[in-house]
């Protein structure tokens, strides 16, 4: 009887200790490098946000990445990764709602994930402005900013202030700022104002192509461009067979009117001079009929007439 309560104590006292174990925690993927580009008035007229995140290199391939978007935004216009030729590729992925925000993890089988959303753009007149928020992320070593200034703008104003700034090909200037890693994990926000008298969209403008990833490797062209020509090449097919069919006719006319030429102009043969030749002549002496060989009238002897 004092064996079973000392070993009820014993399981008691375990039980008890058990939660007390140390518990493994979560891992997360080691982003190295989560740089937020923010591009305003690009190809709406609202903030094109881009989360370009860099894994570690030694990242176990495939994996799973976690990162948070503000859930007002909605579904994420973009989730995509990298493929062995560089092309982002769409990537699955799920979207879990807490509160403010929205987790959107993707399974990712290279190092180089790209997430893209619209968030509304505060303007009033002339006057543009966005906060971006970033409430910190597990595994994020390196945050940093890019901030493309709209074709047109001016007063471009960004807090924290950027450390370069500079124009590329495509004509706009860009934005570069590094933030602290606590701000990484903890949290920041980015603070942006410029103005711009028109409501023109730089896409639309400079002709760029879209960011889009293709779901295909090859695209299907879109035939309504090539609609407006279809009448013209038809037209030029029936000139050109018309003019063929109008060039085989004219050589064969051309053809059967010397084949009757041909005939119309060919010398009396051997034969019908004969027969010309060989009409009745009469002596005309007493006029007896002779023939065509005779020289002289088989009657009276008269040399005759040819």
Same mark, same amino acid.
């Given at each position: 009887?004092?064996?079973?309560?000392?070993?009820?104590?014993?399981?008691?006292?375990?039980?008890?200790?058990?939660?007390?174990?140390?518990? *493994? @925690?979560?891992?997360?993927?080691?982003?190295?490098?989560?740089?937020?580009?923010?591009?305003?008035?690009?190809?709406?007229?609202?903030?094109?946000? &881009?989360?370009?995140?860099?894994?570690?290199?030694?990242?176990?391939?495939?994996?799973?990445? =976690?990162?948070?978007?503000? @859930?007002?935004?909605?579904?994420?216009?973009?989730?995509?990764?990298? /493929? !062995?030729?560089?092309?982002?590729?769409? @990537?699955?992925?799920?979207?879990?709602?807490?509160?403010?925000?929205?987790?959107?993890?993707?399974?990712?089988? +290279?190092?180089?994930?790209?997430? #893209?959303?619209?968030?509304?753009?505060?303007?009033?007149?002339?006057?543009?402005?966005?906060?971006?928020?970033?409430?910190?992320?597990?595994?994020?070593?390196?945050?940093?900013? #890019?901030?493309?200034?709209?074709?047109? $703008?001016?007063?471009?104003?960004?807090?924290?202030? !950027?450390? +370069?700034?500079?124009?590329?090909?495509?004509?706009?200037?860009?934005?570069?700022?590094?933030?602290?890693?606590?701000?990484?994990?903890?949290?920041?926000?980015?603070?942006? =104002?410029?103005?711009?008298? $028109?409501?023109?969209?730089?896409?639309?403008?400079?002709?760029?192509?879209?960011?889009?990833?293709?779901?295909?490797?090859?695209?299907?062209? /879109?035939?309504?461009?090539?609609?407006?020509?279809?009448?013209? &090449?038809?037209?030029?097919?029936?000139?050109?067979?018309?003019?063929?069919?109008? &060039?085989?006719? =004219?050589? @064969?006319?051309?053809?059967?009117?010397?084949?009757?030429?041909?005939?119309? $102009?060919?010398?009396? +043969?051997?034969?019908?001079?004969?027969? &010309?030749?060989? $009409?009745?002549?009469?002596?005309?002496?007493?006029?007896?009929?002779?023939?065509? =060989? /005779?020289?002289?009238? *088989?009657?009276?002897?008269?040399?005759?007439?040819?």
């Amino acid at each position: 009887m004092h064996r079973v309560k000392r070993w009820l104590v014993l399981l008691t006292l375990f039980g008890l200790s058990a939660p007390a174990l140390p518990v *493994r @925690a979560q891992t997360y993927p080691s982003i190295t490098e989560l740089q937020v580009a923010l591009w305003p008035e690009y190809d709406r007229p609202s903030m094109l946000v &881009i989360y370009r995140v860099h894994l570690d290199p030694a990242t176990e391939l495939p994996t799973n990445v =976690s990162l948070p978007i503000p @859930a007002s935004v909605g579904e994420p216009g973009a989730v995509a990764m990298t /493929d !062995p030729t560089g092309d982002l590729v769409y @990537a699955q992925y799920t979207r879990q709602v807490n509160g403010e925000w929205a987790t959107i993890s993707a399974q990712v089988e +290279s190092l180089d994930l790209q997430i #893209e959303y619209y968030s509304p753009l505060t303007m009033d007149g002339q006057l543009r402005r966005f906060t971006f928020v970033w409430p910190g992320a597990d595994g994020v070593k390196d945050l940093s900013y #890019e901030v493309q200034g709209p074709i047109g $703008s001016d007063q471009v104003t960004l807090v924290p202030p !950027p450390q +370069s700034q500079a124009a590329r090909q495509d004509g706009l200037t860009y934005y570069i700022g590094k933030l602290s890693p606590d701000a990484a994990l903890s949290g920041t926000q980015i603070e942006l =104002s410029y103005v711009k008298a $028109s409501s023109d969209l730089s896409a639309e403008l400079l002709s760029l192509p879209p960011t889009r990833p293709e779901s295909t490797q090859g695209s299907t062209p /879109d035939l309504r461009q090539y609609l407006p020509w279809i009448p013209l &090449i038809f037209g030029i097919i029936l000139l050109a067979a018309g003019g063929v069919w109008y &060039i085989r006719l =004219s050589r @064969a006319a051309g053809a059967t009117t010397g084949r009757q030429r041909h005939r119309t $102009s060919r010398p009396s +043969s051997p034969q019908e001079v004969g027969e &010309i030749d060989a $009409s009745p002549v009469f002596c005309h002496n007493c006029g007896t009929r002779s023939t065509a =060989s /005779d020289r002289f009238c *088989r009657t009276c002897g008269v040399r005759l007439r040819q």
